[in-house]
Every structure is written in C-alpha cells, then in structure tokens.
C-alpha cells in the first residue's frame, strides 16, 4: 500500500476584515490614525517615567513596564495589518505564522500577569500602607516582574508545542493574524485532544489572571467604601476605572480561548478588539488618571519643545 502524499502548508492566506476596496482603506486610515496616536503615547509613558527621578514608586515601574509590552504587543500584528490593508496578495509564511503567535501569547500573557501584579500593588498600598515599603520594595518589584516574564512564556511555549505537533495540508485560510483559534481548525487532522489542553492552558492563565483581578479590585473597594479617607473618592474612581479596562480586556478573552475552537460569527470582530484594539489603549488609560505622570509628562515635552 502507497503511503498518502500531502503538500504541507507553507504559508497562509490572510482574508482580512473585509474584500471590498474601499472598505479596506477606511479600515487602513482609521486604524492608522489610531496606531499614531496610542504607540507614541506608550513611548512617552516610558520616556516620562525613566526620565523624572521622582517617579520611582512601583506603581511607576510597573507602568513604564505595561507600557513596554503593550508598545511590543502592538509591533506583532498591527503594522503587518497595516500592510495587508493595501495589499493584494496578504499572505504570511507558516514559520512567520508560528512567530506571531508565540509573541501573541508571550506578551499577552505577561500582560495579564501585569495587571494581577499592579492589582496587588494597589491593594497593599490602600489595604495595608503600613507594609507598603517592606511589601514592594525594589527587589520585590524585580521579581515580581520576571515572574510575569517567566509565566507569559511557559504560556506561550505550550501553546506552539502544541500547534506545532499538527499537520497543515490545506486549506489555508485565516481571518486577520495567527492566533490559535484559527490556525488549529486548518489542521488536516483530528484536533480534540489537542484543543483541551490548549483550552485547559489558556483558562488556567485567563480565569486566574480575570478572577485575581476581580477578587483584588472587590476587596480594595469594600475597604476604601468603609472607610473615611481624604482619597475615597479618587481611589473608588480609580478602581471603577481598572474593574472596566479588566472587563473589556478579560471578557473577549474568555469568549475566544476558554471554549472549543468552533468558529461563532463574532470570532472575527471579537478578536480583533481584542487583539488590536484594547491593549493599545490600556497604558494610557491607567496613566492619564495619574495626575504625578501627567505633570511629568508635561514637562518633559515642554522642556523638547523649548529646546
């Protein structure tokens, strides 16, 4: 008996948002304007903070550090879509595919993590202020991030592993980028069991990263509610603000890779705001709420524009 011959995928086709033309380039316009605006907001954000001696709480550190992964985050899919946007051929090879999707999960993961370990922070500094400087000090900080380094990569590193296990024979279609959702339902084979543990790793980081927030940001407020601070009202703001951005971010995540990789008609839009739109604008939101880095912000920028 003749072994079957296959053509392995080397590449993938990259359908896009949409075919039509036109609609293409509102897209490209659009989503241009918004990346000029977002990416040099977060260098700034890291720029302002390196630069001001007085910004050097953790709260500050950890700031400048979301806003370096959400500026690497956004050099993983959005200048490619950029291209695709003109593009009649908007294609991408599998080793290419493969890189993406590492980077995807890598950062997105440590991002997540992030936002667990600012979560933290803030709890200690409104919960427990006494222990603040013994709890958060520098070294403390240090590990804390290369924790979240670590954990965004075994994350990520599991998910290639798996991905690349499957055979790809065609077709090879994928809506806007690489990301596992898509890429497994291309394999040219049975997917079950490797869909579980993809969904098992993925609902491990995101339910735990979602229900540490969640459980931080309840506690902060059931405190900052009971008590009669000069701050209250800043801090319950505040913390209103994050539990949003926690929602935004965590509640597309959810839909897209704590279930079977069946493709819903909101997969595409989803993951794309998911992907694109809201981890561009995390940083900025945490950061302009801050009046300290605003103020810096303002004199750094004076002092280039004077010079």
């Known amino acids: 008996m003749e072994p079957v011959n296959y053509t392995r995928v080397t590449e993938f086709v990259l359908t896009g948002l ?23 907001g ?23 550090n979301l806003a370096f992964l959400d500026a690497s985050y956004s050099f993983i899919v959005a200048p490619r879509m950029l291209v695709d946007f003109l593009s009649e051929k908007k294609v991408i090879s599998y080793r290419g595919c493969i890189t993406q999707l590492f980077f995807l999960h890598f950062l997105g993961g440590g991002e997540g993590l992030l936002l667990v370990v600012m979560a933290f922070d803030c709890y200690i500094a409104i919960c427990r ?39 790809f024979c065609g077709p090879n279609q994928l809506d806007n980028f690489c990301d596992v959702p ?23 980081l995101t339910l735990l990263c979602f229900l540490g927030l969640l459980s931080s940001y ?3 407020l059931c405190h900052v509610r009971g008590s009669a601070s000069e701050g209250k009202s800043k801090a319950l703001s505040t913390c209103t603000t994050h539990v949003i951005i926690i929602l935004l971010m965590f509640g597309p995540a959810i ?7 069946r493709a819903l008609p909101a997969d595409k839009v989803v993951s794309f705001f998911h992907t694109v739109i ?19 912000m303002r004199r750094l920028l004076s002092r280039h524009v004077v010079c």
């Open 182 to 204: 898509q890429v497994i339902k291309l394999a040219c084979t049975d997917t079950f069991v490797v869909e579980l543990l993809m969904v098992s790793n993925s609902s491990l």
């Open 255 to 261: 839909f897209i890779y704590t279930r079977p990789f």
């Open 218 to 220: 309840a506690v902060i």
């Open 129 to 167: 202020p006494l222990h603040y400087s013994t709890v958060m000090n520098p070294r403390a900080c240090h590990a804390l991030l290369l924790a979240l380094w670590l954990g965004g990569f075994i994350y990520s590193i599991i998910q290639v592993a798996l991905i690349l296990c499957l055979p």
């Open 42 to 64: 977060n260098i700034l954000i890291i720029c302002t903070i390196r630069s001001d001696p007085g910004l050097t709480a953790p709260l500050y550190f950890f700031l400048g």
């Open 278 to 296: 809201f981890p561009l604008m995390n940083p900025v939101i945490y950061t302009l709420r801050n009046q300290e880095v605003k103020t810096s």
């Open 18 to 40: 949409s075919q039509t033309r036109e609609v293409q380039l509102v897209l490209f316009v659009i989503f241009l304007s918004f990346y000029l605006f977002i990416l040099p």
